[in-house]
């Protein structure tokens, strides 16, 4: 609508207008109405859907409409701040109902995939992340580099697979990187090659750069996220010193018997 009402502005401020400046503007009027007229042509080619794609479809009220729909619902509780994990299961399902390899697919699966993350649901986010992952080039660059990023930390942090984070890793364009992000980045490295305390340490840099941020919705989740994170972390370095102390345990209770049949001999 943009395209195709600014050139009657324009055109209509043009008659007033100086010779060069009146060129100028009809010069923009032509653009402007050949990008609305490009824009309400039903293509829906390279995974992105053109505005006369979406009216078509939603005219259609198909399955892929109602896609799109749950996509903005989620989309929006996300701008407000919604933690993921209490988004309607159900509005979650219609978004990722359809995998057809689009731009819409790829971003349902993102939006899938911050809902199981934040719910514990390991299988579930595995799933959407790995199907986001199989379409990249249906992805806009920003989600392609967020994609990325979370295969990195995923393979870091629940898979302890150093390897395969740092593959990840150099996928992303790490000037599109926030100082954030590349700190979250850091703390799942180092975890991953068994630096705890380090990795813990670098968590507590992260959580005190995210308190310099301005209040908004996401700096409140992303605080949530970081401190749910902390205690995970520390639930697991305890386990792993319990791990630890009862192999020691374990051992020197089986060379206890061998000591006594020494020193009795």
């Excluded at 949530?224 to 995970?232: N, V």
């Excluded at 630890?244 to 345990?249: G, P």
Aim: with cysteine.
């Amino acid at each position: 609508l943009a395209s195709l009402f600014l050139p009657l502005l324009l055109e209509a401020c043009a008659h007033s207008a100086r010779p060069g400046i009146a060129f100028a503007m009809h010069v923009f009027t032509a653009i402007s109405l050949l990008v609305g007229i490009g824009e309400l042509l039903p293509d829906a080619g390279r995974g992105h859907s053109s505005d006369g794609a979406r009216i078509l479809m939603l005219l259609r009220n198909d399955a892929a409409a109602q896609r799109w729909l749950a996509i903005i619902q989620l989309q929006l509780a996300l701008e407000r701040g919604e933690d993921p994990a209490r988004w309607d299961e159900t509005t979650v399902a219609r978004a990722t109902a359809i995998d057809d390899d689009s731009r819409d697919a790829v971003v349902a699966r993102w939006l899938g995939y911050l809902w199981a993350t934040e719910r514990q649901d390991i299988t579930a986010a595995t799933k959407y992340l790995e199907e986001a992952l199989a379409a990249p080039a249906s992805a806009s660059g920003w989600i392609r580099d967020r994609l990325f990023l979370e295969a990195a930390m995923f393979q870091a942090w629940f898979r302890d697979d150093l390897d395969r984070a740092h593959l990840w890793a150099a996928k992303i364009r790490s000037r599109k990187l926030t100082p954030a992000q590349q700190l979250r980045l850091s703390v799942a490295l180092l975890w991953a090659q068994g630096k705890l305390f380090d990795a813990w340490e670098k968590l507590g840099d992260y959580l005190t750069l995210l308190r310099n941020v301005p209040e908004s919705p996401s700096r409140a989740m992303a605080e949530k996220s970081a401190r749910e994170w902390k205690e995970q972390m520390e639930s697991r370095m305890l386990s792993r010193a319990w791990r630890a102390i009862y192999s020691v345990s374990q051992e020197v209770d089986l060379s206890a018997p061998q000591s006594a049949e020494s020193l009795s001999k």
